[in-house]
């Protein structure tokens, strides 16, 4: 029940994010958003790094954690927020949906991992449910230039690769140092990208003036980067990084939720509709089959003898 507690308050803190994205935009650019967004959580989750420094397992994994940073956070970040300079904040949450496909295709492609025929029908539900939501009205997905729908799309095969990558080489790796260290790398990616851009000059002091910049930045930092990351990487180091990644099968819904209370958006029915499909999507594809009862108690009995 913690893992799904987990996965919800995930999606409501990832819903908002596409928000906190689109109004950072005009001030800073995609990649000032990536950099400020990382700086902000690095900032929070340090001194409590620091605080539990002793606990670190050694030596460090440098180069996983790095892989990790860029991604998981630094590229597929900075994708998104490219994305929304030419599609809305929905529509981008939608295709955020795809990432759990992308993680279950890279994971079968790359990592050798056998998705059951259970897995497959899941996955499938659940994009049946983002068809719902959009009204099945798939063309106005495609409508755009590459920068807006595929950038999107790359955006879901770099988290795919970063979850699997993450499930392999760090399980034993403590989830507040992988959060640290790879929102700190994000942070470089994000810094380099203003730089490639030419967009360094405005970050500057006088962005804090504005309270919905201000907002937005500790949204996406504290919020939407730490604490989100933290919640993300114990869902995947408890769970599976199929079922932590499936968190963007409901980052729609919620998505549509605060554009409703923010942005005075509808709510229509497909909404509803879509979320009992895309939850029933979830279930099948991250369900574990229960152990038969009485082969365990042999193997118990066994055990004991």
């Not at 000032?32 to 967004?37: D, E, H, T």
């Not at 690095?42 to 606990?55: D, K």
């Not at 795919?160 to 080489?169: L, R, V, W």
């Not at 970050?203 to 730490?226: K, T, Y």
Request: charged share 10%; aromatic share 12%; proline share 3%.
């Amino acid at each position: 029940m913690r893992v799904y507690g987990a996965l919800i308050s995930l999606s409501l803190i990832w819903g908002m994010s596409f928000v906190f994205i689109k109004w950072l935009l005009d001030p800073v650019g995609a990649w000032g958003s990536v950099f400020l967004r990382c700086s902000a959580a690095v900032l929070i989750l340090f001194p409590f790094l620091w605080m539990r420094r002793g606990n670190i397992v050694r030596p460090i994994p440098w180069r996983s954690l790095v892989f990790v940073g860029v991604f998981n956070a630094g590229i597929p970040w900075g994708l998104i927020a490219l994305s929304e300079t030419e599609i809305n904040s929905s529509t981008a949450a939608v295709l955020n949906a795809l990432t759990p496909i992308c993680t279950g295709l890279v994971g079968f492609l790359f990592f050798a991992i056998v998705l059951k025929k259970r897995q497959w029908l899941g996955i499938g539900l659940g994009f049946a449910g983002i068809l719902v939501l959009i009204e099945f009205n798939v063309g106005q997905l495609f409508k755009e230039s590459f920068v807006g729908i595929g950038t999107m799309v790359c955006a879901t095969i770099s988290y795919g690769f970063a979850s699997q990558y993450t499930k392999k080489h760090l399980q034993s790796t403590g989830v507040l140092l992988i959060t640290t260290c790879s929102l700190a790398i994000a942070s470089v990616v994000g810094f380099i990208g203003t730089l490639v851009t030419g967009t360094t000059s405005r970050i500057n002091a006088d962005l804090v003036a504005d309270p919905l910049v201000l907002w937005s930045i500790i949204g996406l930092g504290c919020f939407g980067s730490g604490i989100a990351h933290l919640l993300f990487y114990y869902i995947v180091k408890n769970s599976s990084a199929e079922f932590a990644t499936s968190v963007t099968y409901l980052v729609p819904v919620t998505a549509m939720v605060w554009g409703y209370v923010l942005l005075n958006e509808p709510i229509t029915k497909n909404l509803a509709f879509g979320l009992v499909i895309i939850f029933i999507g979830v279930y099948l594809a991250t369900r574990k089959p229960k152990r038969n009862t009485s082969q365990t108690n042999k193997q118990r009995v066994a055990g004991e003898g």
